[in-house]
């Protein structure tokens, strides 16, 4: 039987924004103050870095492995990764995959002494942990484009010197480019992986991971929006695989700022959020343009928040705002009949 439920969560207000944030600073703390509420323990295996990092469902890419932890950071730099490594220190992980420096290209000879920083600190701390540096991708943004073939030997020399391992995923990419740029496919706006460079990542990681790619090698990808990172984000959704049971945790960027598997304590709460710092947030109008990338398969039950950007910046009135929410729900309910599906309040603002 299906249920429609309505749900206040006034609890998430300590995981999640409480009005549109100002500046990415004001993110990076949030998604900080989540990990630290998240321990890292023995088995972990943690993904390190900026919004690269950030934006990759890594538990799903390597088949929802509850172990696999993201803990990358929109707009990140070297400086507060080095600053705040001891979230991941003092936990003793598994391993660790860390990829940082693209953010850093105003000052990039601070890169490489800060990595040996981090991996100085990981050693002493948690000398048990096996670590990992992955080469920084190929970047198709002109102002940073040349950062990557300059800095990546250095960070390779690095690694051998520390005898830690370095991953060239930068060679897997601009292989198949055929130059020194990321492959036009894999890529919406010119920085950021789309699936299909996110799968050929992990095709270079797989052996280190010790899991095979989960990401559906075949299948059509839509881009429906018009905001580049919106369309790589939504591309992950659609060739990651939701299977019979699954509970899909929908809605904007309120939404996709949670770690729900690991809020949850569950690897099946899967998250398919849209937004993210600097204030970008899916509006309701373009969840209703995207759901069929958002939501597939025959999840058991679909949580649903969204419509919070439109209050908090007066864009419409609430009566034209919850006429786009019928729809959305109807959206819902069209794409996965079967599903119990649970409303969720818009949560209050601080002030």
């Known amino acids: 039987m299906k249920y429609l439920r309505f749900l206040t969560l006034l609890l998430l207000a300590a995981l999640t924004f409480g009005s549109v944030w100002a500046d990415d600073p004001d993110y990076r703390d949030q998604r900080r103050e989540i990990f630290r509420q998240l321990p890292v323990n023995e088995n972990s295996i943690v993904f390190l870095g900026n919004s690269i990092t950030d934006f990759g469902l890594w538990s799903e890419f390597f088949g929802s492995d ?55 600190t990981l050693q002493r701390e948690s000398p048990q942990t096996t670590l990992y540096v992955q080469s920084i991708l190929p970047c198709n943004i002109a102002e940073r484009a040349s950062e990557p073939g300059t800095l990546n030997p250095q960070i390779k020399a690095l690694c051998e010197e520390m005898n830690v391992t370095y991953i060239d995923v930068y060679a897997a990419m601009t292989k198949i480019s055929g130059n020194t740029s990321m492959p036009a496919n894999m890529t919406d706006d010119s920085l950021h992986p789309n699936v299909l460079g996110y799968r050929e990542w992990c095709k270079v990681l797989a052996s280190y991971v010790g899991k095979s790619s989960a990401i559906a090698e075949t299948g059509a990808v839509k881009k429906p929006l018009n905001r580049g990172i919106y369309n790589s984000i939504l591309s992950e959704y659609q060739l990651v695989p939701v299977n019979d049971g699954d509970i899909l945790h929908v809605g904007d960027y309120q939404v996709m700022t949670g770690e729900w598997a690991e809020l949850m304590g569950m690897s099946t709460f899967k998250n398919r959020g849209l937004g993210g710092g600097f204030g970008w947030s899916m509006s309701l109008a373009e969840f209703n343009s995207a759901y069929g990338c958002l939501i597939k398969g025959s999840p058991s039950k679909i949580f649903f928040q969204c419509g ?44």
Do not use: C, W
Request: proline content about 7%; glycine content about 6%.
């Open 66 to 120: 509850p172990n696999i932890i993201n803990r990358g950071i929109q707009g990140i730099e070297s400086p507060e990764v080095l600053e705040h490594l001891s979230l991941i220190g003092s936990g003793h992980p598994k391993k660790v995959f860390l990829m940082i420096g693209i953010n850093d290209f105003k000052t990039p000879e601070r890169v490489v002494p800060n990595i040996r920083k981090m991996l100085e």
């Open 308 to 351: 919070k950007r439109a209050l908090d910046a007066k864009e419409t009135t609430a009566a034209s705002l919850f006429s786009q929410y019928k729809t959305a729900v109807n959206n819902i309910r069209k794409t996965a009949p079967d599903a119990d599906l649970y409303l969720e309040s818009i949560i209050p603002n601080a002030d």
